[in-house]
Structures are given as structure tokens and as C-alpha cells.
T-cell receptor, first 115, second 108 residues
Framework: DVKVTQSSRYLVKRTGEKVFLECVQDMDHENMFWYRQDPGLGLRLIYF???????EKGDIPEGYSVSREKKERFSLILESASTNQTSMYLC??????????????FGPGTRLTVL | QKEVEQNSGPLSVPEGAIASLNCTYSDRGSQSFFWYRQYSGKSPELIMSIYSNGDKEDGRFTAQLNKASQYVSLLIRDSQPSDSATYLC????????FGAGTQVVVTP
């Protein structure tokens, strides 16, 4: 079974803090993704990566950055957290290189609250 | 703006009945189509994928794809209370685009 893990299930941070969300997958998947999910808006893609050290902007990259130093790990960084970044953050991975349309498998999610 | 549209619901279905969920998409070039189930507070889990026109069955679930009309649907037969969840339609055109989801409530 594919396993995607995220570092925290719940996180509370203060406005202006730098926040790191970690995601690890154990299936040697090439592609990794970060989404946020808000009521009524569905899942929105923040960033994705096809390979180590590469990244592509998704639909809503503003206020976020990412890092992929190792194939299995994809980190989402909020440089200066703001209250409008309070959300559920979901990491996903998929197998086929360069084929982001392949089936994606999701981690359990991190519910981030920014006060 | 490429879009994936779903009725938000809730869709109320008696136990044992068929739940029918619909999804329309705007890009004719879309290649792959997915249905995910998401329980409250949990992450999405894949139910079905479908790539060609027609029906695909897996247990109590049937996905139907009509590329000419740009819709994909999901049927849940013999609905159970455990099917109560939000169902997300996802469509690919270079990247995966998700609909906002349809909430299904199965009533005993």
C-alpha cells in the first residue's frame, strides 16, 4: 500500500511565524503535490514537484514556498503565516514521471490554524 | 478558466437505494478522470479511475464517462450508511483539477 505521511495532524501558529509542513512518501513516487482545502472551494493546488530539487507553481502559490531535497520528502513553507492561511493542507504523491495526471494518493492532512 | 463542476448537495439517499453523482468539466482535452471519497476530517481516498468512454464497475460503484458531453458520473448501488461522505470528482488536463465535491447522506 502507498503510504503518505505528514508531520502533524493539527498545528497552531501565530501570525508572522515561519511554518514548515513536512510530507514523506514511501513508494518511490516521482511526483509530489501540496494542496489546501477550504469549505466550498475544494482542493486547490499550491505547488508540485516532478523530481528532486524541481518545483512548479500551482494555482495559488502566493505566500508559500516548497523544498524537495530528497525524492521521498516534500516540504511546504509558509514564510510568514497569515490568518488567511488557516486551512487543511493535504500532501499527495503519484508514480509516473512527468505525468501529473496519474492517480494521486493523499496523506492524512494537517489542519493549520493561524492566530 | 478550466472548471470541474459538481452539485454540492447534500444528496440524501435511503439505505439500499442508488446514489447518482454527476460531474461536468470544461476542457475537451481531458484525459483521465477520478472519483475520490472523503470522510469528514479525513483525506481523500481513491474510489475509481476511468479513462475511456463507457462504464467501469468496481463492486457497488460504477463510473460512467461521456467525453462528447463532457461529464463523468458515479453510481453507488445498495447505498450504506458508511457511504455517507463527500465525493470529489477530479479531471486531468496536464494537472489534476478537483471539483468542490458532493456531500452524500445515506439515511437508514
Amino acid at each position: 500500500d502507498v503510504k503518505v505521511t505528514q508531520s502533524s495532524r493539527y498545528l497552531v501558529k501565530r501570525t508572522g511565524e515561519k511554518v514548515f509542513l513536512e510530507c514523506v512518501q514511501d513508494m518511490d513516487h516521482e511526483n509530489m503535490f501540496w494542496y489546501r482545502q477550504d469549505p466550498g472551494l475544494g482542493l486547490r493546488l499550491i505547488y508540485f514537484s516532478y523530481d528532486v530539487k524541481m518545483k512548479e507553481k500551482g494555482d495559488i502559490p502566493e505566500g508559500y514556498s516548497v523544498s524537495r531535497e530528497k525524492k521521498e520528502r516534500f516540504s511546504l513553507i509558509l514564510e510568514s503565516a497569515s490568518t488567511n492561511q488557516t486551512s487543511m493542507y493535504l500532501c499527495a504523491s503519484s508514480f509516473f514521471p512527468g505525468l501529473p495526471t496519474d492517480t494521486q494518493y493523499f496523506g492524512p492532512g494537517t489542519r493549520l490554524t493561524v492566530l | 478558466q478550466k472548471e470541474v463542476e459538481q452539485n454540492s448537495g447534500p444528496l440524501s439517499v435511503p439505505e439500499g437505494a442508488i446514489a447518482s453523482l454527476n460531474c461536468t468539466y470544461s476542457d475537451r482535452g481531458s484525459q483521465s478522470f477520478f472519483w475520490y471519497r472523503q470522510y469528514s476530517g479525513k483525506s481523500p481516498e481513491l474510489i475509481m479511475s476511468i479513462y475511456s468512454n463507457g462504464d467501469k464497475e468496481d463492486g457497488r460503484f460504477t463510473a460512467q464517462l461521456n467525453k462528447a458531453s463532457q461529464y463523468v458520473s458515479l453510481l453507488i448501488r445498495d447505498s450504506q450508511p458508511s457511504d455517507s461522505a463527500t465525493y470529489l470528482c477530479a479531471v486531468s488536463w496536464g494537472k489534476l483539477q478537483f471539483g468542490a465535491g458532493t456531500q452524500v447522506v445515506v439515511t437508514p
